[in-house]
């Protein structure tokens, strides 16, 4: 692309302005995006690894009936681990803190985002809280009474340990972390895009960010609040939710379900920016009808927070209720089918190369659509009053969850190892882990619809032969095993291809999209000119001109048109961020073991320890 | 649930074999749009164009869904949501009453003594209200063949109707995560003809006056302090009513048969089926087992 000719010496001057310290220090006081970005990349892999292995421990007891590999109780606390892990510590910090992270600045071209130090306080608290939760794992107390934690299970008559404390504390800790980086994600996307890119023109990626981290900052109060009531009454003797109190069970159940589904399209809206990104690049054309899949991407956000109750269909709520929410539900369709076949047809008019980001996207569209149609099944409230809390609802939401959010993270993974790494990964050997984890994926989910219908519970440590249940879930473990097969092989290629693949350049694809005007990997100040834009697909368009800031600065525009308003001062790397969030840490430990005053004392270091970063100025240089 | 025993149920499974085959035909069209753009993947474009790509996606992404998911939405949410509904209790000719409780279901017949265990009996082709209430935490109730599920919730009460078509035994279980032995919290649902419910029903009622030295056993031993047993000093309800256990074809929330010898070793060691349970294993001496299994034979 053609920009204003840049002075010889820039990159090498803004080289200097921003690099970082090199070794583990550079990486504590990050502030940079890109590496941020790649730390929560590999802390939410290590997760999805540990949430991996606490499901085949699962399927490894549910492989037959009356098995003894796990007794009640250690079943209960991997289940639970299981599902706690997967949302809270991977898919989401994967969709928003790693691929939004890393991407958005580039896609929109700026530098970082509109708060680096915040960004950075995301990430340690994401790490801290992630340990946190796990610590009750390590001493045997883990959380074992489901990932939605129903009272009274969850009240200490009932849950006298400290897991669910861990898990109580633990996600109102990791929920700071989803909320800063929403923050800085929703600040970027409207204020600092390259002049020239108006709303019209951000790539669909962002909208799918924007709608996610839109949803996160609202879903995320009734969550907090419900986990505070919880410790409140666990700790300090509340009522809120024992009707001898004059509280009610179902309080924690509005609550937490009025997070829990939009919770569930935040999950799903990252991978469905990257399927728009991968599409055009692989179609070699245009997304067909891409102001309605951007718009679609919003309702679905939208939409999602009048649902809730579909997920309390036989609480006893009145018929006009069920009916209420029901209709909501089938709602949600629309905007997921117009995205479907924008997809579909986008592909069927293109000449699409079928390279592995999207062979992932295709499986991604067969789940998405078997997850969704069973989804529509559940709205059918008879039906869902049926099988709800079987196998079926599980097979539901591993398509969606698995198939649908998870494939497209695989295929980005793939599709921006290229600019991340510099390397280009071996197509032959990813085609052979992509067709073994779409099998496992299927394998292992699909039975479950059957063995719901015959009447299989979820959340049972066992079960009884002679209920014709032995043969699907045998097929489910072993789908579980050729699953884990496909996604180590994955690992093992990305890890080889890193030393040893071909050098990739900054555009291997031919992809349209900001990112890849820049070096592969890219440099710490992402552009030295920032390009103007004149179209949704820059590089298939380029225009004339950009600017060049030449300090540590990025651009900050107008909001619908993205005319230029000013240049941003970024800030230096910084450890304030690590300090807070480990202050918070003992704080949160220290009210776990119910010392509140020392807790106080530590809440009160850790505003001190923020008021001392904000307190120093960003340095000029 | 797909092989229903009641008109409520042969709705839901009606309902269901209808949407599997309209989503097996979307998933089909899917499927072959995918394929589609793999097969003509040198070609570029398709027939008709962007615009005709535009307007298959509002066709099918807009239009379809609205008129099926419409049609969907009254047939499910209108109609055979109100059929399977929770009864007016006037229409019909017996209440049941079901209490949860970590890991096992009491059962009550309002306005008789009859109090049991685990398993239910009704009248076959008579309606039949079912009332749902927990005593501890949150259990749900579904007998898969005969209608769908309702909630146990502390401080609550829900209600379903059962009307089971024919004679059975149909096996219902627990299906809300309740803690430890959530997976071992069966039950038993038998619909009887309705003169063989009469005569059940007054059996239950009645109390127990068997004796002999497990009755004696049984009394001075742990076992009364949370079992009752009618027509005994024994009246604790901490645990499930035992006073007609005999007549039940199963025993530990339906996961072992009612034989001498499985409620032996039951009674020996609980925490060896059902680890975390509420019945601790007393260590009790073979022979004194063996004297309160005999008693408990005579309970019918």
């Not at chain 1, 991968?278 to 309702?299: D, G, N, Q």
């Not at chain 1, 900001?514 to 590089?539: C, D, G, K, Q």
């Not at chain 2, 929770?86 to 229409?91: D, G, T």
């Not at chain 2, 898969?144 to 096996?171: E, F, Q, S």
């Amino acid at each position: 692309m053609t920009t204003a000719p840049a002075p010889a010496s820039a990159p090498a001057r803004l080289e200097l302005v921003w690099e970082e310290p090199r070794g583990a220090l550079g990486w504590l006081t990050t502030v940079d995006h890109k590496r941020i970005g790649l730390l929560f990349f590999f802390t939410s892999l290590a997760f999805f690894a540990a949430g991996g292995v606490e499901a085949l421990l699962v399927r490894t007891q549910l492989a037959g009936p009356n098995a003894h590999v796990l007794g009640p109780e250690r079943f209960d606390q991997l289940m639970t681990m299981h599902g706690t892990t997967m949302i809270f510590l991977f898919v989401v910090p994967m969709g928003l803190g790693a691929f939004g992270n890393y991407l958005v600045p580039l896609m929109v071209g700026a530098r970082d985002l509109a708060f680096p130090r915040l960004n950075a306080l995301s990430y340690w608290i994401y790490l801290a809280s992630g340990l946190f939760v796990y610590m009750g794992l390590f001493i045997g107390q883990a959380p074992d009474q489901g990932w939605f934690s129903y009272v009274p299970l969850a009240q200490r008559e009932f849950s006298p340990t400290y897991g669910v404390d861990f898990y109580a504390l633990g996600l109102i800790f990791a929920g700071m972390s989803t909320t800063a980086t929403a923050i800085n994600l929703v600040t970027t996307i409207f204020k600092l895009r390259a002049p020239g890119m108006s709303l019209n023109r951000m790539p669909l990626f962002c909208y799918a960010q924007l709608a996610g981290a839109g949803s996160a900052l609202i879903l995320l109060p009734p969550l907090t609040l419900d986990l505070v009531l919880l410790e409140l009454q666990r700790k300090a003797g509340f009522h809120f939710f024992d009707v001898a109190g004059g509280g009610s069970p179902l309080l924690w159940q509005h609550l937490f379900w009025l997070f829990g589904h939009p919770e569930v399209y935040l999950i799903v809206l990252p991978a469905f920016g990257i399927t728009t990104s991968i599409i055009p690049t692989f179609a070699r054309r245009k997304m067909i009808a891409a102001p309605l899949v951007a718009l679609s991407e919003l309702l679905v956000a939208f939409i999602g927070f009048g649902v809730w109750a579909h997920h309390m269909f036989t609480v006893g709520i009145p018929n006009s209720a069920l009916a209420f929410f029901a209709a909501a539900t089938l709602m949600v369709v629309i905007p997921s089918t117009i995205q479907i076949y924008a997809w579909l047809f986008t592909v069927n008019l293109g000449r699409p190369q079928f390279k592995v980001p999207l062979l992932f996207v295709g499986a991604f569209i067969v789940f998405f659509v078997i997850g969704g149609l069973s989804g529509i099944m559940f709205a059918a409230v008879p039906f869902d009053q049926a099988v709800t809390d079987t196998y079926f609802v599980v097979a539901h939401f591993h398509f969606v969850i698995f198939g649908a959010a998870v494939f497209p993270i695989l295929g980005g993974i793939f599709y921006w190892f290229p600019k991340v790494t510099g390397r280009m990964y071996h197509e032959g050997w990813a085609q052979a882990a992509f067709w073994l984890t779409f099998v496992g994926t299927a394998l292992t989910f699909f039975p479950m619809h059957i063995v719901g219908l015959l009447g299989m519970p979820r959340r049972v440590y066992t079960y009884s032969g002679g209920l014709g249940w032995d043969a699907y879930n045998l097929a489910e473990t072993i789908g579980a095993f050729v699953l884990t097969a496909g996604l180590v092989l994955m690992a093992a290629n990305l890890w080889w291809s890193r030393r040893h693949g071909p050098l990739a350049g900054p555009n291997p694809f031919g992809a349209p999209s900001l990112e890849w005007a820049t070096s592969s990997p890219p440099p710490p100040y992402n552009f030295a000119v920032i390009p103007r834009v004149a179209s949704e697909y820059p590089l298939w368009e380029p225009a004339e001109g950009g600017v060049l800031p030449e300090g540590h600065e990025t651009l900050e525009s107008t909001v619908r048109d993205a005319y230029l308003s000013e240049v941003v001062e970024l800030p230096h790397e910084s450890g304030w961020p690590p300090v807070v969030a480990a202050l918070l840490a003992v704080m949160f430990g220290l009210a776990l073991t119910s010392h509140f005053v020392a807790a106080g004392v530590f809440a009160g270091l850790a505003g001190l320890a923020a008021l001392a970063w904000l307190w120093k100025e960003p340095e000029l240089e | 649930m797909l092989h229903p025993a009641s008109p409520q149920q042969h709705d839901i499974a009606t309902l269901f074999w209808v949407m599997t085959g309209v989503a097996g035909f979307g998933i089909a069209l899917i499927v072959f749009l995918l394929w589609l753009g793999w097969a003509r993947r040198k070609r570029e474009g398709m027939p008709g164009g962007e615009r005709a790509g535009i307007g298959l996606l509002l066709l099918l992404g807009v239009v379809a869904p609205i008129v099926s998911l419409s049609a969907l939405f009254v047939w499910s949410d209108v109609f055979v949501l109100r059929a399977t509904s929770a009864p007016k209790p006037s229409s019909a000719s017996l209440t049941v009453e079901v209490i949860g409780h970590q890991w096992w279901w009491e059962v009550r017949y309002p306005g008789t003594r009859a109090v049991t265990a685990n398993e239910i009996h009704i009248p076959a082709g008579e309606r039949v209200n079912v009332v749902g209430r927990s005593a501890d935490v949150i259990h749900s109730f579904w007998v898969p063949a005969l209608n769908r599920k309702i909630d146990l919730i502390p401080g609550r009460t829900n209600r379903i109707l059962l009307d089971a078509a024919r004679p059975g035994r149909y096996r219902g279980q627990c299906y809300e995560f309740c803690g430890l032995q959530h997976a071992h919290m069966g039950l038993w649902l038998v619909a009887d003809p309705p003169a063989r419910f009469r005569a059940w029903l007054a059996d239950q009622e009645r109390d127990a006056t068997a004796s002999g030295e497990g009755r004696d056993a049984f009394l001075a031993e742990a076992c009364s302090s949370c079992h009752q047993i009618r027509g005994t000093p024994a009246q604790a309800d901490v645990g499930p009513d035992l006073t007609h256990v005999a007549s039940r074809r199963t025993i530990a929330g339906a996961l072992l048969p009612n034989t001498p010898s499985e409620l032996a070793a039951w009674i020996t060691d609980p925490q060896h089926f059902k680890p975390g349970n509420r019945m601790p294993t007393l260590g009790l001496p073979g022979s004194e087992i063996r004297s309160i299994v005999a008693y408990l034979e005579k309970l019918r």
